[in-house]
């Protein structure tokens, strides 16, 4: 699987789709700064600070989106180019092959989203009211949201191209994961009136909410950790039963 993960790397990072999303994730803070630093001006009493501005950055979802279209361009690039056939023609297992493609778009969508979420503190810090108060266990519920949904996000690309092998098919459904699991988590809600899934939006909003039970967090997030591993599992099982 290292050979997997080094290849991958090295190839990740000569596509420009890496760092295109990297400069979109850094634009479009940049944007929001001049639109904070024009709110500051106009109402100085607004209070904008570091941390708040970071987890307001989780909760808008918008990187979540940027790591969808990375992974979906990166997975199906294999198939497209019919490289993966010279992969596995050279011994490489094909579960070895998917794990070490998660693996390695996930780290390098990790970079994507710490690009704006940096810059997101980083806005708030200098240019808004400073950092606010630290509070370790915000930072540990934010950190943990954001890997474990990525996780999920990534794993349910690689299922989807390993299916489709189609990037304008894989794209399609990643930029629409978000709304499909919105639907889901809302359709069970409200056929047993509990909540059997929070829907991505509010599992950021309860990932950064200090009113948050512990218990309450874990039942959000867990589903999702539990769901990257079985669509790991099914990626696996599809790539083993179809032809390259």
């Not at 024009?38 to 607004?46: A, D, G, S, T, Y």
């Not at 780290?107 to 810090?125: P, Q």
Request: with cysteine.
């Amino acid at each position: 699987m290292h050979n997997v993960i080094s290849a991958q790397l090295y190839k990740c990072l000569r596509t420009k789709s890496f760092y295109v999303l990297v400069a979109i994730s850094f634009i479009s803070t940049l944007f929001d700064l001049i639109t904070v630093s024009v709110n500051l001006r106009v109402r100085p009493e607004m209070i904008i600070e570091g941390f708040d501005s970071m987890y307001e950055a989780l909760s808008g979802g918008l990187y979540f989106l940027f790591i969808g279209i990375f992974a979906s361009l990166v997975f199906t690039s294999d198939y497209s180019s019919q490289s993966i056939r010279q992969i596995i023609g050279k011994g490489t297992k094909r579960a070895s092959y998917t794990f070490g493609s998660i693996f390695t778009v996930f780290v390098l969508s990790l970079v994507i989203a710490a690009v704006a979420y940096v810059a997101a503190f980083l806005r708030g810090t200098f240019v808004g009211n400073g950092t606010g108060p630290f509070d370790g266990l915000m930072i540990l519920r934010f950190v943990c949201a954001v890997l474990v949904f990525g996780f999920m996000y990534v794993s349910f690309t690689q299922l989807v191209a390993n299916i489709t092998r189609k990037t304008s098919w894989t794209l399609i459904i990643a930029i629409f994961t978000a709304s499909i699991l919105q639907l889901c988590a809302f359709t069970l809600t409200a056929l047993t009136e509990k909540k059997m899934l929070f829907d991505p939006i509010t599992l950021m909003d309860l990932a950064t909410s200090t009113s948050t039970a512990p218990a309450d967090y874990l039942f959000a997030v867990i589903p999702y950790f539990c769901a990257g591993i079985l669509l790991t599992c099914a990626s696996i099982i599809v790539s083993d039963r179809k032809d390259l």
